[in-house]
């Protein structure tokens, strides 16, 4: 059974198959991340530009073939890797599935460094081989246009820090008219505070004066109601002094 073949329909597979199907393509998958590695370095070391020799024996374009079919390989193995979940693994296999699932991860993971690495090397080498080329001429002037962009971006990013100049030295100015202000103020407050002073003192001593005009009257009121209650109990005992006189005079009459 061609089990490496892509065409192959995954439904029509049982778990066996799928596990095999998985293990060839990690197998071919590791082997493909290991040749773009090398060819990786191969064209970070080469001093040589495409020109020198046909596009299709250069390691860059060999990386950019081999990265398209890792591309198709990953996705294929992920595939797999869903079918043999979908056929609902024995106790003995679920270990394999797990397996399978971190080996998926860890090659997709290492094929997204060796692929941004491989697209940093393209490119590095295709500005020098564009400087290297024939028309030196053309690089010269987009390295001319990269520099004057450059220089537009200074420019603006000078204008922006002369206007921030110019509204800290505006709000400069306000922090001293307030503080000038201020200052006024503050010449000012020793006036106010004598006549908050002088109003304040004076409530004092209308409230005082309040206080002892109350105090007064309740004294008054006190001392009169005790007069008033001393005079009552002297009348009572003039009443009972005089009814015992009384009473004396009318018991010798009778002897």
Known sequence: MPIANNAVDLDTLSWDDLARLAKHSETEIDSKLLHLGRLTSAALRSHRYDGLRP?????????????????VLLKRLGEVVDGLAGRGAEAGNLHLLQRHRDILAEYSGEFRKTKEHAELVSSVREEINSYNR???????????ERIELAQSRTDHVINIAYAAQNGMREQRGVLGDANRKMQTLTERFPVLNQ??????????RDTVIMASFVVGISG???????????????????????????????FNSSR
């Open 134 to 144: 024939p028309d030196a001429h053309s690089y010269l002037l987009q390295e001319q």
């Open 220 to 250: 008054s009121v006190f001392l009169e109601g005790s007069s008033g209650r001393r005079q009552c109990r002297i009348n009572n005992l003039d009443r009972r002094l005089h009814y015992q006189i009384m009473r004396g005079t009318l």
């Open 195 to 204: 006549i908050m002073l002088k109003v304040r003192l004076r409530k004092k």
């Open 55 to 71: 596009a299709s024996d250069s390691p860059l374009r060999q990386a950019e073939r081999l990265v398209s079919e890792l591309e």
